[in-house]
């Protein structure tokens, strides 16, 4: 068995959903290496989040944002943690209901995702900054 891990850093995005499949491949090479095998890609961070879903028409992700938004919202008065924002404590609502790390099969060196299926970085901040993921790769 071959294992691999790499971290990387992806750069600051505007809040949303964001593609990122085509950068994570190139990253990480390492995967064309395994005939049969697994890669998990895990997000540093506590307000911002992965998801797999449609890769093909970009409304898909505004509507991703406006769900999210109207379901979690800012500014709400019971919340107690409060001292980076008010889009703080809903980035972590959001994060957990989404979680941080999503797992891909790998077949013949390639992920084996389904035609419409990209990976998403689910940016929950108005302002995150960069965001590091750890991913990891096993495999024969």
């Not at 891990?5 to 390492?30: D, M, W």
């Not at 890669?39 to 509507?63: G, K, W």
């Not at 943690?81 to 972590?92: K, L, Q």
Request: hydrophobic residues 35%.
């Amino acid at each position: 068995m071959k294992m691999y891990q790499k971290p990387i850093q992806l750069r600051e995005r505007r809040r949303g959903f964001h593609l990122i499949t085509s950068e994570i491949i190139n990253a990480f090479p390492e995967i064309t290496e395994l005939n049969i095998g697994l890669c998990q890609i895990f997000i540093q961070h506590t307000s911002a989040s992965l998801t797999i879903n449609e890769n093909a028409d970009p409304t898909v992700r505004s509507d991703f944002e406006m769900y999210f938004s109207k379901t979690v919202s800012e500014n709400d008065p019971d919340y107690l943690h409060d001292y980076e924002g008010s889009d703080d404590m809903p980035a972590h609502l959001k994060a957990s209901l989404l979680g941080s790390s999503v797992t891909i099969p790998v077949s013949k060196g390639k992920f084996a995702l389904g035609i419409w299926q990209g990976i998403y970085l689910c940016e929950h901040r108005n302002q995150g900054g960069e965001r590091n993921l750890v991913l990891t790769a096993w495999g024969v």
